[in-house]
């Protein structure tokens, strides 16, 4: 079997960990399997050719640590170019031939965040959509002339995306719900943690908002965390957000509110910077404190996250906002849920009792529900 997986930001975002991350769980999975595959990185150049070339450099180097740089294709093309066709590409670490013949005998491509095109998907005999952000991509596609329907077979981790209370619109697509796999062997052996070490969780300060079927949805991880900006001072707990709080006069207010309130942030592009950063980071927190974007939530997606199952996986409890995960999974003591602010300290508060069971219900649930060769399994399976 031979599986194509691509995407198109990893080069240009060396500085996202947690970003980095997500693609590794999947090729140390598919590598355990046995299975032959290539990451196809679709990099559009700038004007910059040097800034360009530490890019790539930057990008195989870090596959190199893991010795995964000869399941990389880099392909390049023009920066004025937006569509990009076949005969736009350029392939600066492998020879076309080689490039052509892995994608002619490739048996699916996996396509993360519909980022390639349908000039290059038909390049591909049997295509298949991996969304990581449900209600957000269904919601948006249409308005933004995001066109999806190239696709062969769609998964996403709204785990309720079959719901009966799931609001997501399906486009007319059979959507197949999975959870993000995680590389069970690359989060073990996390040392005990000290009890005075924070809850943490780590998310891009963003705004900005979607407008469907007469409402408004917001896709802000600023308004999913300021809903909750007094449960470190409620709870009398510990709270640190790495998020990429700006510097302008809105990034400082809010930066003080969190601070009024006991939250401590830093900055993820400075300590989350890398693979082994980021790792460390979950590693070392008490736990996760995580709040779901408002568009999760309010469309009861059952969305789960990538940056959660590391935690599980490290034996770090959660404490999570309620997104509407189906009743039948079995979420044991190592996941807490909530939906209000008074939810969520009682949650904290909870959390800090009975910690070596709730650390080891968290891996047992991470070895049930989240093992890569599961997952990935499960992926092929139902393609």
Known sequence: ??????????????????????????????????????????????????????????????????????NIIIATYPASCHRPCRSDLEFPNVSEQIVDRFIEDADYLWNFHASMPPQLLAMFKRKILLDLDPGHLQVSAPQSGLNISCHDTYFSVGLNILGKDCLVPHLGF??????????LNYWRNAANVHPTNAFTSITQWNWGELHWGGHSLSVSKRDAYMRYIETPSLA???????????????????????????WSVVMPHTRVRSLTMYRSYIQQSFGEFGCAKPVFVKLRTGWFSDRTAAYLA??????????????????????????????????????????????????A???????????????????
């Open 1 to 70: 079997m031979k599986i194509v997986l691509t995407g198109n930001t990893m080069a240009h975002y060396p500085h996202g960990g947690g970003h980095w991350s997500v693609c590794l769980q999947y090729l140390l999975g598919l590598r355990d399997m046995g299975i032959d595959f290539r990451w196809l990185e679709l990099f559009r150049r700038s004007n910059d050719k040097q800034r360009d070339t530490r890019k790539l450099y930057l990008f195989i180097e870090r596959f190199k640590r893991f010795n995964l740089h000869e």
């Open 174 to 183: 059979e959507w197949k719900p999975f959870f993000p796999p995680i590389h």
């Open 236 to 262: 009398g707990i510990p709270i640190e957000l790495a998020a990429n709080i700006g510097s302008k006069e809105v990034d400082n207010r809010d930066r003080a509110e969190l601070s009024k309130f006991g």
């Open 314 to 363: 490290a034996g770090r409890p959660v404490v999570i906002e309620k997104t509407g995960i189906p009743a039948n999974i079995s979420l044991g003591d190592g996941i807490l849920t909530f939906s209000t602010p008074e939810e969520a300290v009682h949650q904290l508060q909870s959390c800090t009792s009975n910690y070596q069971q709730r650390s080891s219900q968290a891996v």
């Open 365 to 383: 649930f991470a070895e049930r529900y989240l093992d890569s060769s599961k997952v990935l399994s499960s992926i092929i399976e139902q393609s």
